[in-house]
């Protein structure tokens, strides 16, 4: 059982009040009701560029045992929470994503009575009217796939299955392997952090304690953060190799000599592609051609420039 813990949340232009103020109220409740806790909730702004949504979230410093800090310059998703780690007061840590609701009265109470001696994990749930969202990218996409699978789910690969919106971890393990800060573009952060725990012999307790994604980006915007985590993706796929599907289906189109053919289709069919996925109806499996397409085009791209140095 847990009785003291520092609760994370890294945020950029988003406002979050009501998250904080939600899971700080749960913890007030375990106190009064005779629970001995000692908790502490420290956001950090990781360069908001909107000075309402700084106004606004300013309001968390008033709130018990809460903490908003505002650093200037956007250092990226690792290193922000490698920031709150070190910042952090107690043994345990848990980490949620500032956009993401709690949907649960026991939510902290959950992680706090999980039987998970190292780190925990508590998935996520979609939500939203499926009328109004029907043409959302994001929303496709993240209800078509396994992020938002149970717990027992989740169990058959731990690592795999891993996600940093919502865990929970023992400070000492975070400080000795903190998160990899080259991961300065959206996305990756998380299969790279579930290897280190895989390689490190970290386990990882799969609970059914969600939060609720709800706020879903417009098509334009989502199609931007793809693409900066495809770019992201290709500067560590060595690294990755083995834990993302695009990285082994372009290794698959490689052996088969068919990489620069994939890479060519995507630059001729880009435009039309990318109308559709930013359109009112976007197709998923388009989206994933795309993905693994740009991912070619970026490996061709590297393959040209190093023939020269090859034959000299």
Known sequence: MISEISILMPCRDNECYDLVADISAQAESLIRSGRPLR???????????????????????????????VRGRNVGRAAIRNFLARTASYGWLLFMDSDLKVRSGSFL??????????????GYTISGDAGKLRG??????ETRYSRNASAEERRKRPYDMF??????????????????ERVTRYGHEDLLFGKTLKKAGVSVTHIDNPLSFEDFETNASFMAKTEESVIMLHELRDELRGYSAVIAAADKLGRMRLMPLAAALVRILAKPIKNNLTGNNPSVLLFNMYKLGMFCSLENSKTRRQKPQNAS
């Open 163 to 180: 996600h940093m919106s919502n865990f929970a971890i023992r400070r000492d393990i975070m400080l000795a392997h903190p998160l990899d």
């Open 39 to 69: 908790y502490e909730i420290i956001v950090a702004d990781d360069g908001s560029t909107s000075q309402a949504v700084i106004s606004r979230n300013r309001r968390i410093d008033a709130l018990p045992e809460c903490t908003y800090i």
């Open 136 to 141: 959302n990218l994001r929303y496709r996409y």
């Open 109 to 122: 109470k959950n992680y706090l009575d999980a039987d998970a001696p190292e780190t925990a994990y508590g």
